[in-house]
Structures are given as C-alpha cells and as structure tokens.
C-alpha cells in the first residue's frame, strides 16, 4: 500500500511520532482548561445566585 508512496527513514518517523503526541498533549491540556474555566464560571454563578 506504500509502495508508491514517500518512504520515511526511521528517524523521520520517530519526529513524526513524537509531534504526533505533542499534539495530542496540547489538545488534551485545552480540553481540561476549558472545563476548568466552564466549571468555574458556572460554579460562580450558582454562588452568586445562592446568597
């Protein structure tokens, strides 16, 4: 299937990997941040609503 393709050396696969997981990371790190910050603004306003 990769016959006519481009062929990576191991090295090229090896930095296409590890951006690969970089991107992950970030990703996964932007999820967990807007759910902290969705968490906190809607916790905020069931307190204010509270008093």
Do not use: C, K, W, Y
């Amino acid at each position: 299937m990769n016959d006519n393709g481009i062929r990576l050396t191991p090295e090229q696969e090896r930095r296409r990997r590890q951006r690969s997981i970089a991107i992950a990371l970030m990703l996964g790190a932007m999820v967990i941040l807007f759910f902290v910050v969705t968490v906190v603004r809607i916790g905020g306003n069931i307190a204010s609503h509270a008093s």
